[in-house]
């Protein structure tokens, strides 16, 4: 059971683990046995503001330290998070469902994203721009923005935190963090490992408990000067709303509803690999998974014959036995919107091809299941299904593809499997979506910004982009 090694069942405010006010807190189980594995303090109100003074008082001494220990924090972070990976990984598929294979990749990929940053932050530069007097120097320079409060979601519990930590840190700005209340104990894991490694008290403050509370203080004190939030594009709005009050900056980082385009052209096999990782990374519950599959009359039959043939093979099971692919979903609640999906489309007129009930392994559990057919009449063109549900549309011409594409109010990811350079380089300039994926259905990375347009977000993680958003930029006229 070494997923325990940094399981922690308390607050981390200025330093100390501490229990909610009250004393009061709230189970968390697995989802995929529904066993009850531990609990954390149900905070709320008066934790966050105690969160956020500590932060505040952290402030001055953290972003004016040399930069070179700053760097060297982050370098014994990221080297903790690779040294223990394993118990890491474990208590992620405990808490998350996912399989250790899944989980170990987001613990790394979090341990890259924090070494970005601490590379990136030194060649954070400002500029001299020519001024138009002779005796005037026109100086611009970057500042860490101060306290910054971080809301993270259950699906990525681990790295979606690691991608607002490392731009934080690196540049000097100090944290108040809530993770979801599904899983926070990746979260509180990362507290842990600040504290190993030596961050001064203060830095990073991380608490469970009441989102609403919570997030409510986070948005109402003026001291939080930035608000960095993944999850559902309603709550998204909430916030982005709560902020003008106190014109905080904002970065989300909200839901969305890729197409996944394959034309006749397309390598085929790539094509099946990348719509399987695409789809059914995490059960289907990434906000750039494949939410459309459309593909092009001319390969559509031979196209969902080889997807079926692959999907089918899935190991679905407990994420922590060997070789399960696919764990379960993380609550009944998803389960039945998958439900709910499918068989609005079915009254529509889908056909079912592949899976289309609950798994055999638990009542959590949903077989991986694909329907042809699919329409943009159907709720899931335009809802985002975050469950193993994979519906295939049949289209004849790229422009009909493209409209198809574009037509939702989200703009997160897309995809493409193409090998013509001109259509490229026309998905590249029509398609409404922040990412793009050709001939690749897994493309997230460190050295890339991500992030959406339209109403899947603001603001970019990951690339020199995600460290901007951490940074406020400064004039300063000299004259002499
Ligand atoms: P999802 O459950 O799909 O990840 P949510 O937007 O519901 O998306 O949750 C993402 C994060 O936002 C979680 O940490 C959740 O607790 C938090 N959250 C939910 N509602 C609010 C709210 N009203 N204010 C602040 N945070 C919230």
């Known amino acids: 059971m070494t997923y325990t090694k940094f399981m922690k069942q308390e607050n981390l405010i200025n330093g100390e683990w501490v229990h909610a006010d009250n004393g009061k807190s709230f189970n968390v189980s697995n989802p995929a046995t529904g066993e009850i594995i531990g ?5 709320g109100y008066d934790e966050t503001q105690k969160a956020i003074a500590a932060a505040a008082a952290a402030f001055p001494s953290y972003s004016t330290k040399p930069l070179l220990e700053r760097v060297g924090l982050l370098w014994k972070l990221h080297d903790a998070l690779m040294d223990n990976q394993k118990s890491l990984a474990e208590l992620l598929t405990v808490e998350q469902g996912k399989s250790i294979t899944e989980a170990t990749g987001e613990i790394i990929i979090g341990a890259a994203y924090i070494r970005w940053f601490a590379e990136e932050i030194r060649r954070n530069k400002g500029e001299i721009v020519p001024a138009s007097a002779p005796d005037r120097r026109i100086l611009v320079t970057k500042h860490p923005v101060g306290v910054v409060g971080m809301i993270t979601p259950w699906n990525f519990p681990s ?11 690196a540049a000097g ?9 599904a899983t ?5 894991a990362w ?18 408990g009441s989102a609403r509370e919570i997030g409510n203080a986070i948005m109402s004190n003026p001291v939080v000067r930035k608000v960095t939030f993944t999850g559902s594009t309603e709550v998204g709005k909430e916030l982005i709303k709560k902020s003008a009050d106190t014109v905080k900056k904002v970065s989300m980082e909200l839901g969305g509803n890729a197409p996944f385009i394959v ?3 397309a390598d085929i096999d790539k094509a099946v690999d990348g719509a399987m990782v695409s789809k059914f990374r995490n059960s289907g519950q990434t906000c750039v998974c494949a939410n459309r599959i459309y593909v092009q009359s001319g390969v559509y039959e031979k196209f969902v014959t080889k997807f079926k043939d692959a999907t089918a093979k899935m ?16 609550d009944m609640s998803a389960v039945e919107k998958v439900e709910e999906l499918l068989s609005d489309a079915v009254g529509k007129g889908a056909k079912v091809v592949l899976g289309g009930k609950r798994h055999e392994k638990g009542e959590t559990f949903f077989e991986p299941t694909i329907v042809t057919d699919a329409t943009q009449s159907m709720r899931f063109s335009k809802e985002e299904i975050f469950g193993p549900l994979a519906p295939v549309f049949k289209f004849e011409t790229e422009d009909e593809a493209i409209k198809m594409a574009n037509d939702t109010d989200f703009g997160l990811c897309s995809y493409a499997y193409t090998r013509d350079v001109g259509r490229i380089m026309r998905l590249n300039s029509k398609l409404e979506y922040g990412m793009i994926g050709i001939n690749s259905g897994l493309i997230t990375t460190v050295e890339a910004p991500f992030g959406g347009v339209k109403e899947s977000g603001l603001g970019k993680e990951g690339g020199s982009q995600g460290l ?3 940074l406020d930029t400064k004039y300063t006229a000299l004259d002499f």
């Open 39 to 43: 609990s954390v303090p149900a905070s």
């Open 159 to 169: 790295s979606m935190l690691a991608r607002k930590l490392g731009p934080a840190l």
């Open 173 to 181: 700005c100090t944290v108040v963090a809530k993770p979801a209340s």
């Open 184 to 188: 926070p104990y990746s979260g509180l």
């Open 191 to 208: 507290g842990a490992l600040c504290e190993e490694v030596g961050f001064p008290k203060g830095v990073v403050n991380i608490l469970t």
């Open 263 to 265: 034309f006749n052209d």
């Open 315 to 330: 190991k679905v099971g407990d994420g922590r036995e060997a070789g399960v692919e696919q764990g379960p979903l993380i």
């Open 468 to 470: 901007e958003d951490y």
